[in-house]
């Protein structure tokens, strides 16, 4: 281990840490363990709190609603990774591919990623809202009733569709250098090989893009569990009948709507847990199949 | 036959032209280099050739196919590029069928085939389940090399695939090479800027310079007959010397000497403009190129009738198997390559004969060649020299 001198003294460089030590404190590490404390207690407004063990526990296995969630949040976070990489990786592609404007269609890619996701959510409900959005006429035309006010399954692939529209300038941009890092040797090889199109892309492009590709679908991941709440509570709060109930907003009503502040602790750490078993999956199967170049 | 022809080739990048205006033909189953400095349009010129990039203006023809607008993969080429272009995450023998099957003309059986005979002929059995990462940089040119002799193609095309190996390895691809193309035969045109490679590789060598061809010519003829200046400085090292003279009386007149033009000479090529008899006319400007190992020491026992030239040793340089002495003579500076071991010191004036057969004059304004003291001997119709006096 070799150590550099770099600051005269030690608290020198303890001042300097000092700012993001605090807030990670005060605002990460404080919560996560009150959170996890909470959990084991029995909390709500004007009571005391009372050490109740793991009831808060046994209660989420035995509420057949929660599992509905869980499984709905599973279900949603994998449309929306799987579709985010995929719509993003297509368009990076052509953006790739395009020889003139090519800066125009990646600001227009990426301004969603701009914008606030409760601004987003916004935006997106007058371009599918079921009377108003400028979409809605082109899409009912095709032959689909745009109902997802009342229309379970329509509300979960709105919601996602959001997500995913949101996500994706975020993706491209990651793609875009990932891509433009392939040697221009390996494209023109191809090309006089006669490896055209999407078939360059998936045999050529994405295994050599891969460490960015993982990196992306965890980023996504934590993206889809945590970050897809405004989505939620501005387009369909939960419903109709809890058909887009996932985790994160099924917790916030539990804490925040119900003042059942244990059983949301509870609700989190599980959530946590998921989101950070499925993170130590995904870093065990990134090591054996990325490449990083030579 | 897969005859190759470059009409007025042209090829602009904004402002920059990079090739201006190449009328080339390639002939079957030739070994054709293209050679020049940074910058001089030879890798552009074989990426249109490949269709890579699109011409500006100009024709190309492959076997009597106007290929100019035709896609790189339907020209029935292959590229080897310098840094092997290979797949990183396939294996070697992946790499070799990708396009095969990419392009589905093949069986699995025919491709198999293929694959071995390939494998045999560049001795790349073994590397075929190795990924490129665990190949050394020979190993990967010779799997990129296998990649593009299994398609069979009616040309290859090679981008510098000697360049970033080291110089051992270089010589002993170099020989590879040149085995390879003796077996296959297939038209090959391969750029480098290394003048070695040029030289020992190519059955004709093009030098370009500025986006334009300078000279084609079979190495040998390239290096004794240089029809300007820049082919002259370009082709052999170290470079020829330029000495500036007046010709006069048949003699060319440098403020320190004054040597005898030998007559019965050859000429170069016509230029440009069809005439051929360029004839020297008294008193003219002219540049007098001597090749450093054509410049001898004079030897004071052997009664030379050849007149001497003093030239001052600025710098010796022992090389080995010769001796560099880099001098000047007049103002003007100037290589001898000597024989190795004189006890030649720096500051010393020593005396100097030539090769009175291996004299050449370039025009003083346009660089041009207008002499060579001895006849070409090739099948060019040539006017011969006409020395007026």
């Known amino acids: ?294 | 036959m897969t005859t190759v022809t470059l009409q007025n080739l042209h090829k602009e990048f904004g402002d920059v032209v990079a090739v201006n205006g190449i009328d080339l033909e390639i002939n079957h189953g030739e070994f054709l280099v293209i050679v020049g400095p940074s910058g001089c349009g030879k890798s552009t010129t074989l990426r249109l050739l490949a269709g890579l990039e699109s011409t500006t203006d100009g024709r190309i023809e492959m076997g009597g196919r106007d290929v100019t607008t035709v896609e790189p993969k339907d020209r029935n080429v292959a590229m080897v590029f310098q840094n092997y272009a290979l797949y990183p995450h396939m294996t070697g023998r992946r790499n070799i069928t990708f396009g095969m099957k990419s392009s589905g003309d093949f069986t699995d059986e025919e491709i198999d085939r293929r694959v071995t005979e390939a494998a045999d002929t560049l001795d790349i059995a073994d590397l075929l389940d190795r990924k490129p990462d665990a190949m050394s940089g020979g190993e990967r040119q010779r799997v990129a090399l296998g990649r593009a002799i299994v398609r069979d193609p009616d040309a290859f095309l090679m981008d510098e695939p000697l360049s970033n190996l080291d110089a051992k390895l270089r010589i002993q691809m170099r020989a590879e090479l040149a085995r390879l193309h003796s077996t296959l035969e297939t038209t090959t045109v391969y750029v480098t800027h290394d003048q070695t490679e040029a030289m020992t590789l190519g059955e004709r060598v093009v030098v370009m310079n500025d986006g334009q061809i300078m000279q084609v010519d079979e190495p040998q003829v390239l290096y004794d007959f240089p029809e300007n200046r820049f082919v002259a400085e370009f082709i052999g090292d170290p470079a020829m010397n330029m000495i500036p003279v007046d010709v006069k009386d048949g003699r060319a007149i440098h403020e320190t000497f004054d040597i005898p033009l030998p007559s019965g000479n050859g000429q170069p090529k016509s230029n440009q403009n069809g005439a051929g008899d360029a004839q020297i006319t008294d008193g003219q400007r002219a540049i007098l190129g001597i090749r450093p190992e054509d410049l001898h020491l004079s030897d004071p026992q052997t009664n030379d009738e050849l007149p001497t030239i003093d030239a001052e040793v600025n710098v010796r340089e022992p090389l080995g198997d010769s001796l560099l002495l880099h001098c000047s003579i007049g103002n003007t500076s100037c290589n001898i390559q000597a024989e190795p071991r004189m006890p030649i010191t720096a500051g010393e004036t020593v005396s100097v004969t030539y090769d009175p057969a291996r004299l050449h004059l370039f025009d003083a304004e346009t660089g041009e060649a207008f002499y060579h003291s001895e006849l070409r001997q090739s099948t060019d119709e040539q006017a011969p020299s006409k020395l007026t006096t």
């Not at chain 1, 993982?214 to 058909?243: E, K, M, Q, W």
């Open chain 1, 1 to 294: 281990m070799s150590t550099r001198e770099i600051f005269d003294s030690r608290i020198e460089s303890g001042l300097l840490l000092l700012p993001t030590l605090l807030v990670s404190l005060v605002f990460l590490y404080y919560p996560t363990a009150l959170a996890i404390r909470t959990s084991f207690f029995d909390s709500s407004f004007g009571q005391g709190d009372e050490f109740v063990g793991l009831k808060n526990y046994v209660t989420l296995l035995t509420d057949s609603g929660y599992h509905s969630s869980l499984l709905l949040s599973v279900l949603f976070a994998a449309v929306v990774v799987v579709g985010v990489i995929a719509v993003s990786l297509y368009l990076t592609f052509l953006i790739h591919e395009v020889d003139t404007g090519q800066g125009l269609y990646l600001i227009s890619v990426i301004w969603p990623y701009a914008l606030p996701p409760a601004v987003g959510a916004l935006v997106f409900l007058f371009i599918v809202h079921p009377t108003l959005g400028v979409l809605t006429g082109p899409i009912e035309a095709l032959g689909v009733d745009v109902d997802w006010f009342n229309n379970g399954p329509q509300a979960f692939v709105v919601v996602a569709l959001a997500a995913i529209w949101k996500q994706i300038g975020y993706n491209v941009i990651f793609m875009i250098a990932a891509m433009n890092n392939v040697p221009n040797t390996l494209t023109e090889t191809a090309e006089l090989d006669g490896v055209t199109g999407l078939r360059r892309l998936v045999s050529v492009y994405v295994p050599i893009m891969t460490p960015t590709l993982f990196f992306l679908v965890i980023i996504n991941t934590i993206y889809a569990f945590f970050s897809t709440f405004a989505f939620v509570d501005l387009l369909t709060s939960g419903g109709p009948s809890n058909a887009t109930n996932i985790l994160i907003f099924d917790l916030y009503q539990e804490g925040f709507s119900f003042f059942n502040f244990g059983v949301a602790s509870a609700k989190s750490v599980v959530l946590f847990l998921l989101v950070g078993v499925l993170m130590f999956v995904q870093f065990r199967v990134t090591d054996e199949y990325s490449y990083y170049g030579a």
